[in-house]
């Protein structure tokens, strides 16, 4: 939740189990001299707590938590499911989860259960239990965070095991019968209908491709169970630790189940920002000259997207589209939601991408600066001291192993939080993203270099460059308020969302993509053809697409522009709209590639120069002022002042000021 500062706070998590327990004391001391505010504790502590069935030992956390509140710190406690202890797992291997190869992922590391497990779900509700009842109540705690990072390691989904038990009740529940299941999947085809639901199982090891339909199910159910499973731990921590907060610390643009449902229960959302690693690991999308030129700071856009995206994680949806599942908030008509945390912010080289180089001066800085602007409350670095045993002594944290202070500590020690007030992002500008969007996308690609968040990420940072301040909301959000809808890549359609976009239409310009409306909500495509029920809003039904290969391009050509488009080309059958570019040589030469239909945009091609035009022309149509940015040069808006940041190797002048290297500038407007 918003902490009782007016400012920006900071935060680190630690570990008192890894070290002795005469540091504890010394460190909560550091801690606050520092200025931080919270600590982040136990996540992966169970078999500390409990080392054998049913025996506690809680000595040393009570010692921990009084070193914090003596030391005038906040403690966020964690729920210890992610790393069951050893005990429970060799009685009970029932609840380790499968890969997508058929193995069973063994003890030994950490997130090695099954969401679907009953025997896990019920130990999950006892250890919370009895953590809360023991910690729900003290002085020192703050809030909790459930678990640790969903999904990491792909352990979102089991393949075997509970999972696929339990998969075939899902599927009955939701279909009712076989023969509404084998209509909604499509199974004719190839000869895949069933006639027993215990003949279902996960669509995994198949000879070929899996059926789009089937997958997308296996997903709703694979996240329907991370849902749950938080829920159940949601509701002891409600019932035993009234008045604190409870928040789970998501991950860099992660895929693994549906974040507006599992976040729907919590009070505030929090994610884990890895800049370079995250430029190493998770942007596969982006090519080697790009990564090299942000290797010591990542990508400013890659990590916006993220606070972005967390941003707008709770905003309630939209009444009219209230049969659809809950999800998003507006502008003007609701109050503002809590504002985000950073739990685990990078501090210095992390251990776990290919590459893992030092990051430059001021990044730690600029990172923490960026947090807060794009509405971060609180910062949490991660971690105190760099750990000297097991999997992660290759990562830093603010204390070296030799406990002296590490770079980003000192890169701490000189920073203004009373500058960096807290309050609104003030973005006129809403993105619309969703989580069967894009498993359907990226279950049937077309084209091994796009992706859904490839195309997604594009507009993102086409925007960006054009100055906008984004929020990036679930398409059943309250899209109230904003000048400009921009939906990159809206798959999925069905007659609710379409009716919910045509109200849009009526106050705000609206930017669709390639591939809008290809789907329908089983993962079928429209039986009269793309983009089926939003053929009304676009004025248009598609033609054809093209996939082009990498070196392959087509030219596209409109109102005083022309240019070069790669990666994917889609055509126009006008049903009301009018051609605004249209495709000069290839296959779909003289059809249309661009096309509007009133205040409505289709943009059919790949191609961020085109990209650039069209949105700079509908956010001036929209009403709003457009800056053309450098490259690696941002400006991000909140609570009145502006974050002038420079994520280069070279000085640079923004706005009258001179921006030395990887540096921020902060303009107060009052």
Known sequence: MSPDHPHLTLAVCDYPEHVPQGRWADYARQQKALG??????????????????????????????????????????????????????RAHPEILPYDEQGRVREFGS??????????????????????AERYGQHPAVAGWQTDNEFGCHDTARSYGGASAAAFPGWLEARYGNLEALNEAW?????????????????????????????????????SDNVRDFQAEQVAVLRELSPGR??????????????????????????????????????????????????????????????????????????????????????????PPTPGFWVMEQQCGQVNWAPFNPLPAAGAVQLWTAQAWAHGADTVSYFRWRAATIAQEVMHSGLLRHDETPDRGYAELETLNLEAMPLGGVP????????????????????????????????????????????????PDADLSGYALIVAPALTLMTPERAAHLEAAAQTSR????????????????????????????????????????????????????????????ESYRLQGAEAVYRYLDGPQEGQAAVIRRQNVTVIGAHSQELLLALLASELRAAGLETERLPEGVRVSRRAGCTLLQNWTIQPVRLHGHDLPPVSFVLENEA
């Open 186 to 222: 499509g199974n004719v085809f190839w000869s895949m209908d069933y006639d027993a639901w215990q003949q279902i199982k996960p669509p995994n090891l198949l000879v070929t491709e899996v059926n789009p339909s089937h997958l997308l199910d296996f997903y709703r159910f694979s």
């Open 510 to 569: 609206l930017v669709f993509g390639p591939r809008s409306a290809y789907r329908t909500a089983s993962g079928r495509t429209p039986e009269d053809g793309q983009p089926g029920v939003l053929a009304g809003l676009l004025g248009a039904k598609l033609m054809n697409f093209d996939s082009l290969r990498p070196g392959l391009t087509v030219r596209v050509e409109g109102p005083d522009h022309a240019c070069d488009v790669s990666g994917w080309a």
């Open 110 to 131: 950490r997130r090695h259960y099954d969401f679907a497990s009953p025997i896990y779900r019920q130990h999950s509700r006892r250890i919370t239990r009895e953590l």
């Open 427 to 474: 973005a006129r500008v809403a993105l619309l993203h969703d989580y069967e969007s894009l498993w359907l996308y990226d279950a049937q690609k077309q084209s091994a270099t796009q992706s859904y968040w490839a195309q997604t990420f594009g507009y993102y940072r086409a925007l960006r460059e054009l100055g906008q301040d984004i929020d990036i909301l679930h």
């Open 36 to 89: 931080l505010s919270y600590v982040r504790i136990a996540e992966f502590a169970w078999s500390r707590m409990e080392p054998r069935p049913g025996e506690f030992e809680w000595d040393w956390l009570d010692e921990a938590m009084a070193a914090y509140e003596a030391a005038g710190l906040k403690v966020v406690l964690c729920t210890p499911t992610a790393t069951p202890p050893a005990w429970l797992i």
């Open 245 to 334: 907060f409870v928040t789970h610390n998501f991950m860099i643009f992660e895929t693994g189940f549906d974040h507006y449902d599992v976040a729907a229960g919590l009070d505030c959302v929090s994610w884990d920002n890895y800049p370079t690693g995250m430029l190493e690991f998770f942007s596969g999308w982006m090519d080697e000259d790009f990564k090299l030129r942000y290797a010591r700071t990542g990508h400013p856009d890659l990590i916006a997207f993220n606070h972005d995206l967390y941003r707008g994680m709770l905003r309630p949806r939209s009444k009219a589209a209230a049969t659809l599942t809950p999800h998003s908030q507006p502008l003007d008509s609701q």
